[in-house]
C-alpha cells in the first residue's frame, strides 16, 4: 500500500483548508487517526461502554478484555518480557514524571548525577530538573556536535561513576537526530547508572524492542502513532517497577484498603490508580494493529525517503536554515527550519494561507533553541500519508513566504 492509498484511510485529510487540499506536515506534534481507530472507539462507546476489572456483567467482561486485550497488544508491539511490564498513562510526560516521583525520589541522593541532552523536550528535561533540585544532585548535559547529533565520546565524558540516571529521547522532535540509544544504555549500565528513554518521536516510525535496546525504562505517547489523545505507555523492567511506589492513589490501583492502612495490586495495575484511559487504549490497539499491517520498516523506510526528497528541495531555496543532520538515513521524518528575515509564525501563517499545516515556536525545547541561537523555528514533519506532492506544496508554500515578505519589506 503506498501513500497515497494510506492518505484514503484518515478522513480528516480528505478536506480543504482556506480553499485549498490540506497538506498535514505537524504529525511530529499529533498524527491523524485512521477510519479503523475511530471505529474502535465508535464500537466501544457504542456497544461495550463499562467500567473495567471489577464488573462481572458481560459488559464490563467485554470492555475488560479489550482494555487488556491493548496491553497485549503494546507489549508485542515494543517487545516487552510481560504485559506486568506494560502501564497505561496519560502519555509520555506523565510517564517520565512518574519515573523521576518514584524510582527517582527513591534512588536519587544528594551528590548523584542526572545526565541529560540539551536536545530534550520539556518532559524529559523539567522533571529531572525539579528532581535534582530537591535531591541535591548535579544535572550534567552532553554536548551536542554543530549538525545537532551526539557522539559516544561525549557521552562516555559525560557519564561517570556517580551518573545515577541517563534520561534522553530517541529523536529529536526539533532535529530529527536519531540517537544511538542501544550503545548509550550500555555506557551507562557500565557507569551503574539507569537509562530512561522518550520514545515519543521514536515509537511512532520504526520498529521498537526494548529488550534488544536493554533500557531500564521507555515511555511513549499514543495520539502521536494514530491513536488518541491522552493514552500513554510506561515500560519499565519488572524488577524495578516492583520496587517502586504509586504516585496516584485510589480507585483501580487498591488490593486492600483499611483505616490506617492500604496495599496496592500487583503489577501494572499498581500504577493505574482511577478509573482507566479505557476507550484510549482500545485506540491504541487499534492503532497499533494499523500500523503493524503497514510495516514499521515500511513506515521508517517511506520517511527517510520524504526527508531525503525535502532536504534536496529545500537546498533550491534561498534563504533556509535547515537544523540537524544533513544525512536523511541519521534523521527521522522531521524538518525544521528558518527562512531569513521572516518570523516562524509569519511563516506557518502564509503556509496555513495555502492550506499547509506547519508549526513554529519553541517546540517545547527551549534550551535547544538557545543551543541553535534562534528563538523559534518553523517545523514540518512528515508521516506514513505524506507524499512527495506534499514536499512539492510545502517548498511552493515557502517561495509564495518568500514572495509575498519581499514585497512588503
Avoid at 475511530?38 to 471489577?54: A, L, P, Q, T
Avoid at 561525549?154 to 544511538?180: E, F
Avoid at 500513554?232 to 490501583?253: I, S, T
Avoid at 506547519?358 to 534550551?367: D, K, L, N, S, T
Wanted: aromatic share 8%; glycine share 8%; net charge negative.
Amino acid at each position: 500500500m503506498n501513500a497515497k492509498e494510506i492518505r484514503k484511510l484518515f478522513p480528516i485529510l480528505d478536506q480543504e483548508v482556506n480553499g485549498h487540499p490540506l497538506v498535514y506536515l505537524d504529525s511530529a506534534a499529533t498524527s491523524q487517526k485512521p477510519y479503523s481507530v475511530i471505529e474502535s472507539i465508535d464500537s466501544y462507546y457504542k456497544e461495550d461502554n463499562s467500567n473495567v476489572h471489577r464488573g462481572v456483567h458481560t459488559l464490563g467482561t467485554r470492555a475488560t478484555d479489550k482494555y487488556e486485550g491493548a496491553r497485549e497488544k503494546v507489549r508485542r508491539f515494543i517487545n516487552a518480557s510481560s504485559t506486568s511490564e506494560v502501564i497505561f498513562t496519560r502519555g509520555t510526560t506523565t510517564s517520565i514524571n512518574t519515573i523521576a516521583n518514584s524510582f527517582g525520589r527513591d534512588n536519587v541522593k544528594e551528590g548523584d548525577e542526572i545526565v541529560i541532552s540539551y536536545m530534550e523536550h520539556h518532559s524529559n528535561l523539567i522533571p529531572w530538573q525539579q528532581l535534582a533540585k530537591r535531591k541535591g544532585a548535579t544535572l550534567k548535559y552532553i554536548p551536542m556536535q554543530e549538525d545537532g547529533t551526539i557522539t559516544l565520546e561525549d557521552v562516555r565524558k559525560t557519564v561517570t561513576s556517580q551518573t545515577k540516571i541517563v534520561a534522553i529521547m530517541y529523536v529529536s522532535n526539533v532535529l530529527g537526530t536519531i540517537n544511538p540509544i542501544k550503545e548509550i544504555t550500555k555506557i551507562a549500565h557500565e557507569n551503574g547508572a539507569y537509562i530512561v528513554v522518550d520514545g515519543a518521536q521514536s515509537t511512532p516510525h520504526m520498529k521498537v524492542d526494548v529488550q534488544d535496546l536493554d533500557c531500564d525504562f521507555y515511555a511513549f505517547s499514543g495520539h502521536k502513532m494514530c491513536a488518541p489523545t491522552g493514552i500513554g505507555v510506561l515500560y519499565g523492567k519488572r524488577e524495578l517497577l516492583e520496587n517502586m511506589e504509586p504516585v496516584e492513589f485510589g480507585g483501580e490501583m487498591i488490593d486492600f484498603v483499611d483505616l490506617y492502612d492500604s496495599t496496592w495490586k500487583e503489577l501494572p495495575w499498581k500504577f493505574e490508580g482511577g478509573t482507566p484511559i479505557i476507550a484510549g487504549a482500545i485506540g491504541l490497539g487499534a492503532a497499533i494493529d494499523f500500523l503493524e499491517e503497514i510495516g514499521m520498516d515500511n513506515i521508517l523506510n517511506h520517511e527517510h525517503a520524504l526527508a531525503e526528497y525535502a532536504l534536496n528541495k529545500l537546498s533550491t531555496v534561498d534563504g533556509v536554515t535547515i537544523y540537524g543532520p544533513k544525512d536523511a538515513t541519521k534523521r527521522a521524518g522531521v524538518l525544521t527550519f528558518n527562512l531569513d528575515d521572516v518570523h516562524p509564525h509569519d511563516v506557518a501563517t502564509v503556509l496555513d494561507a495555502e492550506g499547509i499545516a506547519v508549526r513554529a515556536g519553541h517546540h517545547c525545547a527551549q534550551p535547544l533553541m538557545k543551543w541553535l541561537k534562534v528563538s523559534a523555528t518553523a517545523r514540518a514533519s512528515f508521516y506514513l500519508y505524506n507524499t512527495e506532492e506534499d514536499i512539492d506544496r510545502f517548498v511552493a508554500g515557502l517561495l509564495k513566504t518568500k514572495e509575498y515578505f519581499s514585497d512588503v519589506f
